[in-house]
């Protein structure tokens, strides 16, 4: 799985965008959006389709932007798209038509499939997800049922039926724990700049920030000083961290911002394209998109930047 991501070349740059979905053609997106309408009136549910999501006669929602995403990334093209399609509108109406996992499965083993999963706030509705706790701007942790085909996200009625919320979060932070570092490379240049990215299928790559300490000891064999590390959580199947030891995490925080506004663009399971210092559990927001250009920034509060000068000051070698 690379970590700068980019779609395939289909239509040519200048015909005219979508305006929701901005990496397909108008043309394409007609044939995507015709498509999902289609391959939901084949199971015998018949939409109406808006630019990011599509509603049944019963009044259910289904969003279209990681399906999206997943048809702009897919190399092969349009030729594909019918096919992933197909498959994803298949297991959302199959999981939506069938018996609850809730009501079907054991309590021991819903608990031994729960996971925490730090997901962005466009898709948590405060009135759905009270108990989603806010771990960044903009960030929420919730917890989900991991599924053969699936995977869950825990409503507060959901969590009502499984017991305290809190022993709920304890037991989904242990299976976390216990998932295997599924690839790890080390980002680097000439210059000396270097981060580390931990990548895999798993659905909870990203969200092994919540037990960075442990999965930066496992990486790196070595654990984080007081002074923790910058993180960055573009989308699900990756988490890059570099530990704040020395004066490089001056040219680590550069291309860590660029490394997640680049992997959050166009991704299925985006998460944030900025990046975070990390100390002691807590997030800090290091970069942003400014209000006027848009362009990417490096923003720094006071504590941050007294952290820099005395960094600087003890010098390159003390870090060590």
Not at 143 to 164: C, Q, Y
Not at 298 to 312: H, K, M, S, T, W
């Amino acid at each position: 799985m690379g970590w700068f991501r980019r779609g395939p070349r289909r239509d040519d740059g200048d015909a005219p965008r979508d305006p929701e979905f901005s990496y397909f053609s108008e043309r394409e997106a007609a044939l995507f959006r015709g498509r999902v309408r289609a391959t939901f009136a084949e199971l015998g549910l018949e939409v109406t389709v808006y630019a990011d999501h599509v509603t049944d006669n019963a009044g259910r929602r289904f969003g279209l932007g990681n399906l999206a995403a997943v048809c702009h990334q897919d190399p092969r093209g349009t030729r594909v798209w019918p096919r992933l399609i197909d498959r994803h509108v298949r297991l959302v109406v199959r999981a939506l038509e069938g018996p609850s996992a809730l009501d079907t499965l054991p309590p021991e083993q819903i608990r031994a499939q729960l996971y925490p999963r730090v997901v962005s706030g466009d898709g948590i509705d405060p009135g759905t997800f009270g108990y989603a706790r806010s771990v960044a701007p903009g960030l929420y942790e919730v917890l989900a049922l991991d599924l053969p085909e699936s995977v869950m996200t825990l409503t507060d009625e959901a969590l009502e039926r499984l017991g305290d919320p809190a022993r709920l979060r304890a037991r989904a932070l242990d299976n976390l724990r216990g998932l295997p570092v599924e690839g790890h490379e080390t980002v680097k240049d000439a210059d000396g700049m270097s981060f580390e990215v931990i990548l895999g299928d798993s659905f909870y790559t990203a969200s092994r920030v919540l037990d960075l300490d442990a999965v930066v000891r496992r990486v790196t064999g070595r654990p984080l000083t007081d002074d923790g590390a910058l993180v960055a959580m573009p989308f699900r199947h990756q988490l890059a961290f570099h530990p704040i030891r020395d004066t490089t995490i001056v040219p680590a925080l550069g291309a860590m911002a660029s490394f997640a506004a680049s992997g959050y663009e166009d991704t299925p399971g985006a998460i944030s394209p900025y990046v975070f210092w990390w100390r002691a559990g807590t997030l800090t927001q290091l970069s942003e998109h400014g209000e006027d250009d848009g362009q990417l920034r490096i923003v720094v509060g006071d504590e941050f930047q007294a952290l820099l000068e005395r960094l600087i000051v003890r010098g390159p070698d003390q870090g060590r």
